[in-house]
């Protein structure tokens, strides 16, 4: 077989490719940068330096921004599949090394931080103590978003399959997306409320009482339209305002706070009540004073994991997805939380 070289004014190495890729996709030289890891005058020099090489210009301002030329395009046009197959290499490469190196660079929301995320890195640790991780603590859109950037391999996130609105359905489009465990969600309130069994100890238990698990007795959603509401942030109060609308009631949110432990604290004190996922009780167990109750429409989110098209060809990204696999799957492979995330053994 023949190799004939490529004239030198278009042999673009990798790096170039990453830069076209991320200029056309976001519009900007800075931003493009910011996500390289590059400082803005030296991406621009950068491209100045290819223009000059290959004779034609890349980029040209459009009003406030810049776009690709037509040169510009038709490389950043064949950028992803080169930059594909680079990577595919270099993961056969480690493939071939037996998995004694390898990164892999994991997100995930806070209450998996704390869970599911130390179990896994601690089980591939013992399967292959040579793959290291770098983790990122992200909220599933900023996680799913460093995903489409190149910037994680893996981000653990989760979706209200429920919901009218499913703005993960757009954020994921063109990704790979795994569902791992359904996590129920739960109502948060003052141990002897209205809405929960009557409790067969004491009628009025002291401050002191050990916490009890959540109730086996599913409460209707709109039990509580009357009460005061604990929530988070307009953007992930999102799906408690739906849950509501569908039981018939908008709830009156007296208190914001995307801080779950402050959340189960504000119950514990009376102040109001709130709609919880059972992992974010797993990452802080309930405080003295609350209990917990599944809906009667069995509300939940599913926890899932979002990759690139391909990367599981990367062995050590393919692997760690199997042991997460292995950690959210029943014996029958209903998918649930791992055996320590369990919400009975909380």
Known sequence: MTLTPLPSAFDLDSQTLRLLAAVAEYGSITRAAGVLGFSQPALSQQIKRVEARIGMPLVTRAGRGIRLTDAGLVIARHAATVLAALESASGELADLAGLRSGQVRLSAFPSASSTIVPQLI??????????????????????IAAVRDGAI????????????????????????VHELARDELLLLVPHGHAAL????????????????????????????????WIAGCPRCRAHLLDSCARSGFAPTIAFETDNFVAVMRMVAEGLGVALLPALTITASPLPPGVAAAPTTSGDHRMIVAVTRPGADRIPAVGETMRILRRLTARPDDAPRLPPRLDRSRV
């Open 122 to 143: 601690r089980s591939m640790g013992e399967e292959h103590e040579g793959v290291r991780f770098t983790y990122l603590e992200a909220e599933p859109p900023e996680a």
């Open 197 to 228: 069994p009557r409790p067969s100890g004491p009628e009025h238990p002291t401050p002191s009482a050990a916490p009890q698990p959540a109730s086996p007795t599913a409460v209707d959603l709109a039990a509580l339209r009357d009460e005061t």
């Open 153 to 176: 391999d893996i981000a653990i996130a989760f979706r209200h399959p429920a919901d009218r609105d499913d703005p993960f359905a757009a954020g994921s489009e063109g990704l790979v």
